[in-house]
């Protein structure tokens, strides 16, 4: 599949007159020189994970790391997850910095005790006194004909989790940034990749870039609707955008960037000026971190809406392995359009 070119986001590390030299990377190649420049700088970070050694991890991502850093930094696990990341959890409560790479999300249910009860906690169960500086790096969504096993979207699931931050990065600048922020913090940190962003190609920074945990992003501006959306789906909102201005609706597409902390204010001031807003996510529907975002706007921004907001979502329903079948149970970008004008349309 040819790469797919995303818009970069700027260095948030840098001061306004400052201009940072950019190179064409893919999503992959960003996280793993995120991954590399934070191992040189900080001797306590390691990664754990499994087939991430020699074979560079499922989708390549930590190539290369185990001839520059050794076995003692890049840890082969046993295919066991609850075991991966409560040697990571053990590691952060230590004093090291582990980056725990999940092979898919659908897996994260057999650490879920280690990743809730555990890395979440311990901060507040031992009164401020314990850090867990812990990424637990996973990807998820369909478009691979992975079926049902391999394909979920479960954000929702730890943003329900206090203690816990949650990372869906759209591009590659972003996956760069945010992963050596969410590195930094001492907080864990579920880092939530989409397993077709991997061969998007766009412009990163390089040398040290950070994108603050927190912080939304306007992609595109417009006028007329607000499309508040993450990870892959912020490309096909930009290019229903792109479509939408042709049929003269001017939409801003807000990428989430980070569910928890959530930004909430620049979602309030992109739909105060539209007035009208479309969440639009993978995940199914019924319990989907859309509508915590939809309740947001309602409950903050009732008086400057045209029309109530609008979920746009995955269909309630495993995800098929056939790829008709697969396609039609997510949004397209046919689909955002058409619940965008519906929308605008009133």
């Known amino acids: ?61 930590t190539a290369g790391l185990l001839a520059e850093f050794g076995p003692d930094r890049i840890r082969q696990t046993p295919i066991s997850e609850i075991g991966l990341v409560g040697t990571a959890v053990g590691a952060a409560l230590t004093g090291l910095r582990p980056v725990a790479e999940l092979m898919y999300i659908d897996f994260s249910g057999l650490a879920i005790d280690q990743i809730v009860n555990q890395a979440a906690q311990n901060r507040f169960m031992f009164g401020g006194q314990a ?8 990807q998820g969504g369909s478009g691979r004909g992975n079926a049902a ?91 229903a955008a792109a479509k939408l201005a042709d ?18 204010e620049k979602i309030l001031s992109s739909v105060r000026k539209t007035r009208r807003c479309l969440v639009v996510h993978e995940a199914i529907k019924r319990g989907g971190y859309g509508a915590e975002i939809a309740a947001i706007v309602a409950e903050e921004a009732f008086d400057d809406l045209d029309a109530p907001p609008r979920r746009l979502a995955g269909v309630d329903t495993p995800i098929p392995y056939a790829q008709p079948l697969e396609l039609g149970v997510v949004p397209q970008v046919a689909d955002i359009v058409k619940a965008a004008r519906e929308l605008v349309a009133g």
């Open 131 to 138: 850090r867990v500086p812990l990424v637990v790096r996973t």
């Open 149 to 239: 096993q391999h394909s979920k979207s479960l954000e929702a699931w730890f943003t329900h989790v206090a203690g816990l931050k949650v990372v869906m990065p759209s591009t590659p600048a972003d996956a760069k940034g945010l992963l050596a922020a969410a590195i930094r913090d001492d907080d864990p940190v579920m880092f939530i990749e989409h397993k077709l962003l991997y061969r998007t190609k766009g412009a990163v920074p390089t040398g040290e870039h950070l994108v603050p945990l927190g912080r939304a992003d306007v992609k595109r501006e417009g006028t007329d609707v607000t499309i508040v959306t993450w990870s892959r789906d912020v490309l096909l909102s930009l290019e």
């Open 1 to 61: 599949m040819p790469p797919t070119r995303v818009p970069s986001s700027p260095a948030a590390v840098l001061g306004p007159a400052a201009v940072q030299e950019t190179r064409e990377m893919f999503y992959a190649e960003a996280l793993n020189d995120a991954l590399r420049l934070e191992m040189q700088r900080d001797p306590r970070v390691i990664v754990l994970g499994e087939d991430i050694a020699e074979h560079g991890g499922a989708f390549q991502v």
């Open 247 to 264: 049929l003269g609706i001017a939409a801003e597409v807000v990428d989430v960037r980070s569910l928890v902390p959530l930004d909430k």
